[in-house]
């Protein structure tokens, strides 16, 4: 069985080759749209509206499967999962270890020099 990366640099170089500026402009550009997202989320769970959870999580699971975010994207397939199921509980718990994987993510990005700050 795979065990999902934080981040697997390959599945990004599949996209822009070995053209830095075009990679730090998507890294930023994932990076404010998923923080943007993950706000959402947040004030999603805390409302208790599964639907946006529903919704920011899958926008969120896209995202990172194509950035090469595969813990990120796991935990947001899983949140997908639950709010789809309607189980908010289980959902909340995985909305927070999303957040964390978003965290885990920044800190790999960033000790690679890879436009993170």
Same mark, same amino acid.
């Given at each position: 069985?795979?065990?999902?990366?934080?981040?697997?640099?390959?599945?990004?170089?599949?996209?822009?080759?070995?053209?830095?500026?075009?990679?730090?402009?998507?890294?930023?550009?994932?990076?404010?749209?998923?923080?943007?997202?993950?706000?959402?989320?947040?004030? !999603?769970?805390?409302?208790?509206?599964?639907?946006?959870?529903?919704?920011?999580?899958?926008?969120?699971?896209?995202?990172?499967?194509?950035?090469?975010?595969?813990?990120?994207?796991?935990?947001?397939?899983?949140?997908?999962?639950? !709010?789809?199921?309607?189980?908010?509980?289980?959902?909340?718990? %995985?909305?927070?270890?999303?957040?964390?994987?978003?965290?885990? %993510?920044?800190?790999?990005?960033?000790?690679?020099?890879?436009?993170?700050?």
């Amino acid at each position: 069985m795979h065990t999902p990366r934080t981040w697997d640099p390959e599945r990004i170089r599949e996209v822009v080759g070995d053209d830095r500026e075009i990679l730090l402009e998507l890294v930023s550009l994932f990076f404010e749209d998923t923080q943007q997202r993950l706000e959402k989320l947040q004030k !999603a769970l805390a409302g208790g509206d599964l639907l946006v959870t529903r919704n920011e999580s899958h926008a969120i699971k896209g995202a990172s499967g194509n950035f090469g975010a595969e813990r990120l994207h796991e935990a947001a397939k899983r949140l997908e999962d639950a !709010a789809r199921a309607g189980q908010l509980g289980p959902a909340r718990e %995985l909305g927070a270890l999303l957040r964390t994987c978003f965290q885990e %993510l920044r800190s790999v990005l960033r000790r690679a020099n890879v436009g993170v700050s």
